[in-house]
T-cell receptor
Framework: KAGVTQTPRYLIKTRGQQVTLSCSPI?????VSWYQQTPGQGLQFLFE???????NKGNFPGRFSGRQFSNSRSEMNVSTLELGDSALYLC???????????????FGQGTRLTVV | KQEVTQIPAALSVPEGENLVLNCSFT??????LQWFRQDPGKGLTSLLL?????REQTSGRLNASLDKSSGRSTLYIAASQPGDSATYLC???????????FGGGTRVLVKP
């Protein structure tokens, strides 16, 4: 059974640019969540998507956005990149209580974004 | 106050010793508590999930307990090995949505 796949694994971008990260969940999982991990702030929740709808959103500026497609794959976009956006971005997929599943989260390997 | 706290932030033990990792959380209205392992620069690997109706879960050398009334979970790793060296994170899930709230993690070093 394939795990959560995130692409690309590494990215280097310049301040002011925008970036799109991709996440393919485990087959059958319809919930996809995104997290930012930095040494100073630890793991922080960005947003969660279920059935192409954003259900939850963390405390991040509007430059961070996402979407989910009908096949449950999700993308995250960050516009007008800042140096502070350098981080490991992690995606997790899971079943949900809504569909009667146990919401155990499974994470991908992450995308390491460096903003210079 | 932090919603989820892990103390200590770092721990070093000789090989063979049992590891005890602590996780404290505010708000006993949790749906489940999940423990993860993270190797440097990598993603998170799910170790154990304890649902709110359960008191503990076991997998091999790992055992995790949950005490909702005191807001605590403990991960025990028996007979530690150098390969157990990693950062261990706990996270709570409330029933609404799939948002996990993480502790800061405990970095473990098992010395041969």
């Amino acid at each position: 059974k394939a795990g959560v796949t995130q692409t690309p694994r590494y990215l280097i971008k310049t301040r002011g640019q925008q970036v799109t990260l991709s996440c393919s969940p485990i087959s059958g999982h319809r919930s996809v969540s995104w997290y930012q991990q930095t040494p100073g702030q630890g793991l922080q929740f960005l947003f969660e998507y279920f059935s192409e709808t954003q259900r939850n959103k963390g405390n991040f500026p509007g430059r961070f956005s996402g979407r989910q497609f009908s096949n449950s794959r999700s993308e995250m976009n960050v516009s007008t990149l800042e140096l502070g956006d350098s981080a490991l971005y992690l995606c997790a997929s899971s079943f949900t209580l809504l569909t009667g599943g146990t919401p155990e989260a499974f994470f991908g390997q992450g995308t390491r974004l460096t903003v210079v | 106050k932090q919603e989820v706290t892990q103390i200590p932030a770092a721990l070093s033990v000789p090989e063979g010793e049992n590891l005890v990792l602590n996780c404290s959380f505010t708000d006993s209205a949790i749906y489940n508590l999940q423990w993860f392992r993270q190797d440097p620069g990598k993603g998170l690997t799910s170790l154990l999930l304890i649902q709110s109706s359960q008191r503990e879960q076991t997998s091999g050398r790992l055992n995790a307990s949950l005490d909702k009334s005191s807001g605590r979970s403990t991960l025990y790793i028996a007979a530690s090995q150098p390969g157990d060296s990693a950062t261990y994170l706990c996270a709570k899930l409330k029933a609404a949505g799939n948002k996990l709230t993480f502790g800061g993690g405990t970095r473990v070093l098992v010395k041969p």
